[in-house]
Structures are given as C-alpha cells and as structure tokens.
C-alpha cells in the first residue's frame, strides 16, 4: 500500500490527495464500527471526511455535512477548548489523547452530555509537513454509565446489607437513575400485602400532589402504566400519555405534573408475589430503547432486594414484638395468678381482679356478683379517688338495658366502642368503650369483669382476650376462696360441736382447759377433751390426742367421746370404760380411718379429804401433778395405745388430790413444738412452767401459766400440732352449817 502511494505522488499527484486516500481507507475501515473518525485540513479545521458514527455522536440532521470548518458544523467546542487542542496539534504536529473527556454536544434544550477517548494526530504529506489533523475516538458514555450504575448499585446493596430504611433506599435509587438519565422522573410504589393495591414508596422529583393522587391506586387493567403493569406482572410501556387509553383516568392529573410518558416494570419477589412497581417518566412522549429497559430492569431487581429485605426485617421484628407480647402477658398472668391466689378471701380476690385488670388492660374496672338473687358491685380500680367513687356508688341495672345484666344471662363477653347502654356516671368517667367478661362457675355466670376505655385507649382482639383469660382465673381463685370459706365455716362449727362450750361445775374441783389448734382453716384437730356427770355423784373426765387431722379425725373423736359418755354411767372402773372405747375403734368399717387414739380417762368424786381421782393412761403423755408445796411429780399409769386392733393392757391408778393441788393433762402438741432452730418444748420445761405458776393457784393460773410459756417459747412461730390442757384443781371441802 506505501509503495502504491509512493507511485501516486511521484506520477505528479499532489500531497493532499495522497493524505486523503489514507483517510478514505481508514474512512472505509471504521465505516460500519462503533469508533469515530474524523479527518480534518488546515489551520480552519475543516472536515473533509468522517464516518457515520461521528456524525451520529454529534447529532447527525443538518451536522451529517463536510467541507465546512469544525468550529463552525460544531461551534459549542469551542468553549469547551477542543478547537483550541486542534490548533496546538496542527501547530505542534504532536499528538494530544484524551481520556474519558466529557463533551457537551448541541446547544440549548438539544444539549447532551457524552464521554470520548479520543485521540488527534497531525496529517503530514509525502514531506512531513503537517496538513491537518485526523482524530480517532470512542464514545465512552455508556461504559461510564455503566461505571456509574454499577457504583451505584453497590451503594444500594450496602444500604440493603446495612439494613437502611427502606424509604431511604429507594429514594437514594430514585436520584441515583435521575441522576444518571437527567431526563428521567422516578417512581416506586409499594404492593399492599394482598397486592391490590400500590402505595407511595419513593418519588423524590414527581410533584407532591401527583403522589398523593397515586397513593392507594388499585392494581388493575386500565389503571395507568403501574396500575396495569402491578395486574398484567410485566412491563408496561405508554410512550404518549396524551394518547394512550390506560391512561384515561389519569391523564388530566398527568397533564398538571408536567408528565407525558411512562414505563413501569413490576417488581416482583423470587416467590413470585407482587412487591411493587418501578417506573420511569418523561416530560415528552418517548419509547425506551433496549438501554432504557435493560435499566429499569436491574433497578427493578435492586427494589425488589430492598422490599424484601424490609418485609424480613418487618416481619422479624413483629415476631419480635408477639413473642415480647407472649412474655408480658405470661408475667402479667403469672403475677396475677399468683396475686389472686394469694388469699382465701372472694371480696378481697374480687378487688385484686378489679386492680389488676386496671392499669394494664383499661383505666377502669368494676366487678359485679349476684348474692341473694342481686347484682352487687363488689370491686373497683381507677386512676383517681373520683373515678373511683363514682364507679363503685353506680349499680347496675336489672334490666336488658345493661351489659352487665346482659352478660350474666348469656354468659358471654360483651365488646363496644361506645358507652354502655344505660344509666351511669359514663360521661364524667369520660368513657369511650367498654368490654363485659363474665366470671364463670362450673358454666354459669356469677359475676362480671366491666373494663371502660377512655380517651387515648382502646381494646382491640388482644386486649379482650386477656380480660377474658384473667377473668377466667381469676373466677376459679374467687370460687376456690369461696369454697374455701364455706369449707373453713363448717370446719368450725364442726370443730366447736367436739369441744365443751363450756367446763361444767364439780363440787370441789375448779377446772380449765386450753385448746390451740395447729393453724386455721379446713383442718379439723384431733386433741378433744371433755367433763361430764356420771349421775352418781362422781365425774369423768377425759382428754385425748387422735392420730391424723380433718373429717375422719373429727368422727373418732366423735366416736371416743360418745362411746364414753355412753358406758361410762355404767361402768365403775375407768379401765372398762377405756376398753369400750377400744373396742368401739377397733369395731369400725375397714374404709373409715384406722389411725389409733391416745387418751387419759379418769373419775371424780369429792372427799372431805379433796377429790378421789381414779383413771386410766392409754399410751398417752404422763398427766403431772402440782402438789401443795409446788412439787411437780408424774402420775404413773401405764397402758398402751387405743384402735390398734390388739387388745390393750391397761392399769388404773387411784390418788386423792388434794386442796391447792393441780393435776395437768396435756397433749404431746404441747411438749413437742419447737421454736425456729431450737429443740422441742420438753417435759422438763412443762414441769418448770408448771412449778412457776402463782402460790395455791386457781386451775385458770395454772392454764394461763403454761399457756404463756410456750406462746414465749415459739416466739410467734406457727405450731405443727394441735395442743390442748385440761387442769382439775381441788378446793377445800365447804364447810357444813349446823
């Protein structure tokens, strides 16, 4: 190829026609390339040829000319100081590159912003004098952009890792493509769970009062470009907003936002659900090149990442939220729980419903029971003494006009934003709603939970079912107090119907007796005592321990003391009196308690001497004597234990008490308490009571003084078993009148 040139120009041809046959063959070679050629003459510059490509990267139309300077075909270089570069190249004869140059091309609303590495190097003919400039180039736009994107899109996805709010994403993806397409408005919009419906999620450049007409627009055919692509789950493209029928809807409200195109791409999750659309505006009719789509694409992929991210996040965290939720309703009812069953008492388990149901589940709270065919309010809570006062003086009526009434004849809870129906202190309460739960028993209502709401509060499906799990516990801890009660009044009764009223009067002989049960409530004791006439002048006595607590307890007892009361008028010797008792133990159904009994048993009578005591120790604690001179001593009888179903050997003791002296019977409750970390009360210490009490004490001395002792000594401790005294102290015979 050089040698043919050579052959031209020494064949007379002149330097510049030899220059430009190169450049038509570099014309030719770049012809169909995306690379730009240009070839400029003389100091003027002027374009003698160029490929189509750089006729099409200067705008193409009336610039697609040659034979006409550069400066002039494209008179904005000049400013940006590319003319001048040529003229330095021409002058120089070196050559200049340019590196990812930024290059303003048009002028006006036609200018557009692109990227080139070029490169200008001196034409020179067969003498190596410089004759113009030729430059090769290629547009870099589209890579810097892609740069750009890419630099973006990092942003983005570490935002997303960063966890940012999703608002902040997607407006910080709105700008980024605004900022890469200047001519571009960005739109996203959010699917509701359902995906009926699309949301304002982004549109920093849109006019508020456009997104706000947007905001809530249905997924569905025909609802502008977002609407149908969120429905048809592909791209929607409307190039002319004026013309196009899905936009009939919203085309005047196009018309004032200044919008005249848009394509909206849906965005969609990897499962397939709707999570939003993205859409891209313009301010003039125009359809998207492959460029344009590949774009949406990828920042509809981004969007989607982000969306989905925030769902996760959304939805941890409102797992978070029902299992923090679950746990303070766990402690609410395991403290309430706890509160409720912590007495034995209905009201006062009733009031603490009443202040628990208060500040946690509403402002205020009333219950009401049914007692003697009568609805009665029986607790209240509120915030103030007001509130509180007024609650509790407001009665509910009897009528179907009251929720309350209403409840208790359905059994169901009653819910509503409103004041209840009826006459009521709802205004100065300031109440707003209500919710009535009944309190059940065994599947009837016996009374009801009132909880009002006021300003500010309101009961939703969670709070409601709270009340209703309270009030559930808290009607089986008012039933258990109330069956507690009854059960601890029967007790009672049953309790006193085993003990003397009242110690009878025995002609020379005081007596007093003490009973003090191990704890209160449903426990019935087993240590009786008793003193009755055997209708011979003589008295009997007796004082006994049976083994186990409660009903079966209480009915040996019964049986001890009757079977004794029964033969004892008929029987002289204590020890056969003892041993019908045994037998009457041992006689009994194989179902009821066969736990043994202990007693002491013995007769009376006044002497001239004081009082002739005669009885009978089985297995039972040694009674003590307190003898004139403030002597203890023991009352040795033996005998074993009663009920056993072997028959006992028993030995009867027979001594006169005599004026000032004091016998004791006494149950092991008495000697075996203890105090905290100390040993038991003892014999030794009854036996030093006992000898502490005044001098001639009267048989109550005698009860007081041990009494008070070991009350000193368990210091207030609750004792572990019952105890029980009885103490015959003889008198001085009366002296007979003439």
């Not at 100091?43 to 193409?60: M, R, S």
Request: charged share 25%; glycine share 10%.
């Amino acid at each position: 190829m050089t040698a043919e040139r050579e052959r031209r120009s020494t064949g007379g041809v002149s330097a510049s026609e030899a220059a430009r046959g190169v450049d038509d063959d570099l014309s030719m070679l770049f012809g169909t390339s995306t690379a730009l050629f240009a070839s400029m003459a003389g100091p003027a510059h002027v374009l003698e040829a160029a490929n189509p490509a750089f006729f099409a990267a200067i705008g193409g139309g009336q610039r697609e000319r040659t034979g006409v300077p550069l400066a002039e075909l494209m008179p904005e270089l000049t400013a940006q100081g590319f003319i001048g570069l040529l003229d330095q190249v021409y002058r120089s004869g070196e050559r200049h590159v340019g590196r990812d140059a930024r290059v303003v091309i048009g002028v006006g609303d036609q200018a557009q912003e692109s990227y080139f590495d070029f490169t200008y190097e001196a034409r020179r003919d067969v003498g190596g004098n410089v004759i113009g400039v030729r430059m090769i180039g290629v547009e870099t736009t589209q890579a810097k952009h892609a740069r750009r994107l890419a630099a973006e899109q990092r942003a983005l996805l570490e935002q997303i890792a960063r966890q940012a709010p999703l608002h902040d994403v997607l407006d910080g993806m709105c700008r980024a493509i605004e900022e890469l397409c200047p001519d571009v408005l960005v739109s996203v919009l959010l699917a509701d769970e359902d995906g009926r419906r699309l949301r304002h999620g982004a549109a920093p450049s849109l006019p508020d009062h456009y997104n706000q007409a947007i905001d809530g627009i249905a997924a569905g055919e025909g609802v502008g470009s977002c609407g149908t692509a969120a429905h048809r789950r592909r791209t929607v493209i409307v190039a002319d907003i004026a013309t196009d029928p899905l936009w009939d809807d919203f085309r005047v409200l196009a018309g004032r936002a200044g919008l005249a195109a848009c394509w909206s791409t849906p965005v969609m999750a990897g499962d397939g659900r709707l999570l939003g659309t993205f859409a891209m505006y313009h301010r003039t009719p125009r359809a998207p090149q492959g460029t344009d789509l590949a774009l949406a694409r990828a920042f509809a992929d981004t969007a989607a990442l982000a969306i989905e991210r925030h769902h996760i996040e959304q939805a941890r965290r409102a797992a978070e939220a029902r299992e923090e939720a679950a746990r303070d309703d766990l402690a609410f009812l395991l403290t309430a729980s706890t509160a409720l069953s912590g007495g034995l008492d209905e009201r006062q388990t009733l009031q603490r419903l009443a202040t628990l149901a208060g500040p946690v589940l509403a402002p205020l709270a009333a219950v009401d029971v049914v007692e003697s065919g009568r609805v009665q309010r029986v607790a209240t809570a509120g915030p103030t003494e007001e509130a509180r006062t007024l609650l509790a003086g407001h009665s509910p009526a009897h009528d179907a006009d009251d929720p309350v009434a209403r409840v208790l004849a359905s059994g169901l809870t009653e819910v509503a934003r409103r004041t209840p129906t009826g006459p009521g202190p709802w205004r100065d309460l300031g109440a707003t709603g209500y919710v009535c739960v009944p309190l059940m028993d065994r599947g009837r209502p016996f009374g009801a939970l009132t909880l009002l709401s006021t300003d500010g509060h309101s009961f939703d499906g969670h709070r409601v079912a709270l009340a209703e799990e309270l009030a559930r516990r808290a009607a089986s801890a008012a039933r258990n107090a109330r069956q507690y009660t009854q059960r601890a009044a029967l007790a009672r009764d049953l309790q006193t119907g085993l003990l003397l009223p009242d110690l009878p009067e025995v002609p020379g002989a005081q007596l007093a007796a003490s009973y003090h049960p191990a704890g209160e409530g449903l426990e019935i004791g087993g240590d009786f005592y008793d003193v009755f006439d055997r209708g011979d002048g003589s008295w009997a006595f007796i004082l006994g321990d049976v083994c186990g607590r409660g009903a079966m307890a209480a009915t040996t007892t019964a049986l001890v003391r009757h079977t004794a009361r029964a033969v004892a008028p008929l029987l002289d010797d204590p020890v056969d009196v003892v041993k019908a008792v045994d037998k009457a133990l041992n006689d009994r159904h194989s179902h009821q308690n066969n736990g043994f009994v202990t007693l002491v048993y013995g007769h009376l009578a006044p002497t001239a001497d004081g009082l002739d005591v005669h009885l009978v120790r089985a297995g039972h604690t040694l009674p003590l004597l307190l003898d004139a001179d403030h002597v203890v001593g023991t009352v040795e009888a033996s005998g074993g234990l009663l009920g056993i179903g072997i028959p006992t050997r028993l030995a009867a003791r027979r001594f006169t008490l005599r004026p000032a002296e004091s016998l004791l019977l006494y149950t092991d409750g008495i000697t075996e308490c203890r105090a905290a970390g100390a040993e038991q009360y003892g014999d030794a210490r009854l036996a030093e009571a006992l000898a502490s009490a005044p001098r001639r004490p009267t048989a109550a001395d005698v009860v007081r003084t041990v009494a008070e002792d070991v009350r000193d000594f368990v210091a207030g401790r609750d004792v572990d078993d019952d105890q029980a005294a009885l103490v015959i102290t003889a008198t001085a015979p009366e002296r007979r009148r003439d």
